[in-house]
């Protein structure tokens, strides 16, 4: 069985998935962390892998960027692959001021601007929220590693290039810590088929401090998010 976007066979992929945005993240992941990788979907260049980490079973699978997105290939891996540990790997703009470049977030909660939710027909907004149980794992494992993380609410935006240059400070008052672009439909996804899903960013940049990492290293140096998400298998 294959989907229209991705053609791996039933049973191909793991029950745990690590989800950066960049297929090319995938393959780093897959050929510095795996062992014994195998391709399983080539489709549109969305590249996905499975194979073991420390003896444990586990895949890697590109998303590309944005909610639409984001929201066909978890869906597919959630309903016609079987997956139940989703865990997104991303980069975010940092909006507050006592974050730097590097430093290691994961999403609690995820707002947004985009109508994903509408699709639910629910009669009131919807709060997209982590799974506790990989939050909790998560913290502890970065906690093993000695690797500080930021645990809150982040904004999953529908654009990356905002028409209005006044929307972030509102965002920031709300004490949001940072902006990506696909959290919030990968936890309505998960919570609505009721599997486990978190989100774990690298910041990339600092929107308020005006710094940011190249496009390489947002491919291959984002080692300490990985290093945590690997561990939840
Ligand atoms: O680095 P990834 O995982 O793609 O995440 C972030 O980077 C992209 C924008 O540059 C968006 O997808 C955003 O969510
Ligand atoms: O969505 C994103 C990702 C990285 N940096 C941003 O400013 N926005």
């Known amino acids: 069985?294959?989907?229209?976007?991705?053609?791996?066979?039933k049973g191909d992929i793991a029950e745990t998935?690590?989800?950066p945005g960049d297929p090319l993240r995938a393959?780093?992941?897959?050929?510095?962390?795996?062992?014994?990788?195998?391709?399983?979907?080539?489709?549109?260049?969305?590249?996905?892998?499975?194979?073991?980490?420390?003896?444990?079973?586990?895949?890697?699978?590109?998303?590309?960027?944005?909610?639409?997105?984001?929201?066909?290939?978890?869906?597919?891996?959630?309903?016609f692959y079987g997956v139940k540990n989703l865990i997104r790997i991303g980069s975010c703009g940092a909006i507050q001021d006592d974050l730097n470049?590097?430093?290691?977030?994961?999403?609690?909660?995820?707002?947004?601007?985009s109508n994903y939710a509408h699709q639910y027909n629910l009669?009131?907004?919807y709060s997209a929220i982590a799974s506790f149980e990989l939050l909790e794992k998560a913290v502890s494992v970065a906690k093993e590693k000695n690797i500080p993380v930021r645990v809150g609410n982040i904004l999953s935006s529908d654009t990356f290039y905002s028409a209005d240059d006044t929307e972030v400070e509102r965002w920031q008052?709300?004490?949001?810590?940072?902006i990506e672009m696909e959290a919030y439909a990968l936890y309505c996804n998960a919570n609505f088929a009721?599997?486990?899903?978190?989100?774990?960013?690298?910041?990339s940049d600092s929107i308020v401090k005006k710094e940011e990492t190249t496009a390489e290293e947002r491919e291959k140096s984002f080692t300490?998010?990985?290093?945590?998400?690997?561990?939840?298998?």
């Open 27 to 79: 393959k780093f992941i897959a050929d510095n962390f795996l062992e014994n990788p195998i391709q399983f979907n080539t489709v549109r260049n969305m590249f996905g892998y499975t194979g073991t980490y420390k003896g444990k079973r586990i895949s890697v699978m590109g998303t590309g960027m944005g909610i639409p997105s984001i929201g066909i290939y978890s869906y597919e891996l959630i309903h």
């Open 17 to 19: 998935i690590l989800l």
């Open 194 to 203: 009721k599997v486990n899903a978190l989100t774990i960013l690298t910041v």
């Open 123 to 125: 009669p009131g907004t």
């Open 1 to 9: 069985m294959s989907t229209p976007h991705n053609s791996a066979k």
């Open 101 to 113: 470049l590097y430093d290691v977030i994961i999403g609690m909660g995820a707002c947004t601007n």
């Open 173 to 178: 008052k709300m004490n949001i810590l940072g």
């Open 224 to 233: 300490k998010m990985m290093e945590i998400a690997l561990e939840l298998a």
